[in-house]
């Protein structure tokens, strides 16, 4: 059962690091931010004019690094089970999912509408996988060491 549960989390882990490793960042943070940015406009624009939230001016190449960093170093953990790296690819599910799958900014008939949706809910699959793993690791109680009763000593 061990080497099953290994071979699952690196099987899993591997979408996450070399989607990490195959980046190519550059100096301005490469093809990703390009496309990000203007994703990431619209974003903060519904943000911004449904909700009145302002959202603080972020580089976008910051945004790009940070989710490389995340995507790696959290599947690493992953791999050898540590709820922090299920943590770190939760949270960048959470960011990265709804600004980079925006079905919702398509009318329903468009080509783009369907393949961002999918893509959408598959990310969305990955992120319960996540709960999953997590809530998982929180519910198997922890080995407690048994005392060994003490004899009592007869005279």
């Given at each position: 059962m061990?080497?099953f549960?290994?071979?699952?989390?690196?099987?899993?882990?591997?979408?996450?690091?070399?989607?990490?490793?195959?980046?190519?960042?550059?100096?301005?943070?490469?093809?990703?931010?390009?496309?990000?940015?203007?994703?990431?406009?619209?974003?903060?624009?519904?943000?911004?004019?449904?909700?009145?939230?302002?959202?603080?001016g972020?580089?976008?190449?910051?945004?790009?690094?940070?989710?490389?960093?995340?995507?790696?170093?959290?599947?690493?953990?992953?791999?050898?089970?540590?709820?922090?790296?299920?943590?770190?690819?939760l949270?960048?599910?959470?960011?990265?999912?709804?600004?980079?799958?925006?079905?919702?900014?398509?009318?329903?008939?468009?080509?783009?509408?369907?393949?961002?949706?999918?893509?959408?809910?598959?990310?969305?699959?990955?992120?319960?996988?996540?709960?999953?793993f997590?809530?998982?690791k929180?519910?198997?109680?922890?080995?407690?060491?048994?005392?060994?009763?003490?004899?009592?000593?007869?005279?």
């Open positions: 061990g080497f549960s290994f071979a699952g989390r690196v099987l899993f882990a591997s979408v996450f690091i070399l989607s990490a490793w195959f980046n190519d960042f550059g100096v301005d943070g490469g093809p990703a931010a390009k496309a990000l940015r203007p994703k990431f406009d619209v974003l903060t624009g519904h943000l911004t004019s449904h909700l009145g939230i302002q959202v603080p972020i580089e976008i190449k910051e945004l790009v690094a940070a989710a490389i960093a995340f995507k790696a170093l959290g599947g690493l953990l992953f791999i050898f089970g540590s709820s922090l790296g299920a943590y770190l690819l949270l960048h599910q959470a960011i990265i999912t709804p600004i980079v799958y925006d079905f919702y900014n398509y009318d329903i008939e468009k080509k783009e509408f369907v393949q961002l949706f999918v893509k959408f809910v598959q990310g969305m699959a990955l992120f319960g996988a996540l709960l999953f997590i809530g998982m929180n519910s198997i109680p922890k080995r407690q060491v048994k005392k060994k009763p003490t004899k009592t000593k007869t005279v």
